[in-house]
């Protein structure tokens, strides 16, 4: 079946542009979750979604980063006034069920953004 | 000082050699760790999950977690070019289940 899908795969900003990135999660999974992973390191939690309920965004680096998933399926991240050190993989995993201890998450293939 | 520290590689093995990747962490509420493999330009895959402390075999993978240590590995037997990616560990506490703290990685390449 379809895994996590994320669109766009390569996205490059000027310094200050909003950028908008998509998550789409398995159908009928219940848990979100948005990871930033800086090159050579490992995935940063950023927030999680349970269906519509956003229940944890102490990852946010700032104001600036904002997620929502409004109907409790597709996700979207959203970047105002890009940095340069918003330059990042965005990954996007989700789970089937809500919060259960140690469920698996399954990953996107990430969103690449490159700030210039 | 990082929550989670991953022995950062890289690693180069020849084919067939027995691998050993580790983690340490400082949070003694961590309950469930996990290894990934992420290939490049890919998002990690699940490989092992375990509960609490022992040990669990998949395979030709063996996870191992000794909670009194902080201390968690990977073994892979009979190593395979497949094999080359890169190996995260990460760790859940019970109360945050769904949020991951991950390792920055060990990146292994298995030479046929």
């Known amino acids: 079946g379809a895994g996590v899908s994320q669109s766009p795969r390569y996205k490059v900003a000027k310094r200050g542009q909003d950028v908008a990135l998509r998550c789409d999660p398995i159908?009928?999974?219940?848990?979100l979750f948005w990871y930033q992973q800086a090159l050579g390191q490992g995935p940063e939690f950023l927030t999680y979604?349970?269906?519509?309920?956003?229940?944890?965004k102490s990852g946010l680096p700032s104001d600036r980063f904002f997620a929502e998933r409004p109907e409790g399926s597709v996700s979207t991240l959203k970047i105002q006034r890009t940095q340069q050190e918003d330059s990042a993989v965005y990954l996007c995993?989700?789970?089937?069920?809500?919060?259960?201890?140690?469920?698996?998450?399954?990953f996107g293939p990430g969103t690449r953004l490159l700030v210039l | 000082q990082k929550e989670v520290e991953q022995d950062p590689g890289p690693l180069s093995v020849p084919e067939g050699a027995i691998v050993s990747l580790n983690c340490t962490y400082s949070n003694s509420a961590f309950q469930y760790f996990m290894w990934y493999r992420q290939y490049s330009r890919k998002g990690p895959e699940l490989l092992m999950y375990?509960?609490?402390?022992g040990n669990k075999e998949d395979g030709r993978f063996t996870a191992q977690v000794d909670k009194s240590s902080k201390y968690i590995s990977l073994f892979i037997r009979d190593s395979q070019p497949s094999d080359s990616a890169t190996y995260l560990c990460a760790m859940s506490a019970f109360i945050n289940a769904g949020k991951s703290t991950f390792g920055d990685g060990t990146t292994l390449t298995v030479k046929p």
């Open positions: 375990t509960y609490s402390s």
């Open positions: 995993a989700s789970s089937p069920r809500g919060g259960v201890r140690g469920e698996t998450q399954y």
């Open positions: 159908s009928g999974h219940v848990s």
């Open positions: 979604f349970q269906n519509e309920a956003q229940l944890d």
